[in-house]
């Protein structure tokens, strides 16, 4: 066991909480919720427990097969994760997640609209010339990302938050509160901060701001339909729309 690398995963989830504690304890003012701070501990568990998850890879020493340069392990560590943590959720917190319901009926029209914004923002991307695009990354990023993140960061831990701060605010139809704050700048952190032997801590600001503002509609949507799933399927479509779209742009003849 590699204690360098879950040294790493600590430091950057200490990162992450301390990003967002100012917005957590903003929550946390006016609620009298009895076991919130229980809550709000989980929350932290789940995260970390999510990071190792992911570096599982690094942790145990795990090779790859050559013909492999995505992160499958990692990603088919968190799902199986995620999984044994909704087992463990109390069941009105799993009620609470959207893990087992369905889109309500109310809301087909800004699923619709929130998967063409998933679509759009994804294809933004997709003429990077620096970008290096094939079957395996197409496959990747349609399937891993969306199902190891959003059943994490749209509906397990919005479900716990949610319990310990109550959620006062409705915005377009969603009842959210600072745990959709909170929970955002998490998502926004976890693509910008990294911990490396060699770099030591490093933090890229424009990752930070872009996923964190970007993704804030993924908490809104799941909020007001009352599910999980269309975060997972829009978060497949903006990962692989790009991909799609370089792959045919290459294949395209020129001139």
Known sequence: ???????????????????ASPLVMMGLRNSHVPNRWKLVGCSALVMLLNDLATSVDSIFGIAPPDWL????????????????????????????????????????LPVLGF???????????????????????????LLMPSLAEEPVFRAILPALLSTAMGSP???AGAQLGWWWLAISVCFGLGHAVNW?????????????????????????????????WPCV???????????????????WPVG
């Open 115 to 141: 998967l063409i914004y998933c679509t759009i923002l994804g294809s933004l991307a997709a003429f990077d010339p620096k970008m290096t695009v094939n079957a395996e990354t197409l496959a990747y990023q």
């Open 196 to 228: 490396s032997t060699e770099g030591g801590f490093e933090f890229d600001m424009i990752p930070f701001v872009v996923v964190t503002l970007f993704t804030m509609p993924y908490g809104w949507i799941a909020a007001r339909c009352g599910s999980v």
């Open 69 to 108: 340069h995505w992160n499958w392990t990692g990603k088919l560590a968190c799902i199986v994760t995620v999984a044994v943590i909704a087992g463990l959720l109390p069941r009105e917190i799993l009620r609470k997640s959207g893990l087992l319901t369905l889109p309500s009926k109310d809301s087909t």
């Open 233 to 251: 399927i829009g978060h497949s479509l903006n990962n692989s729309t790009y991909v799609a779209m370089a792959l045919l742009w290459k294949s």
């Open 169 to 171: 605010w409705k915005i």
């Open 1 to 19: 066991m590699n204690m360098t690398e879950i040294y790493g995963v600590v430091v950057r989830e200490l990162a992450l909480l301390a990003g």
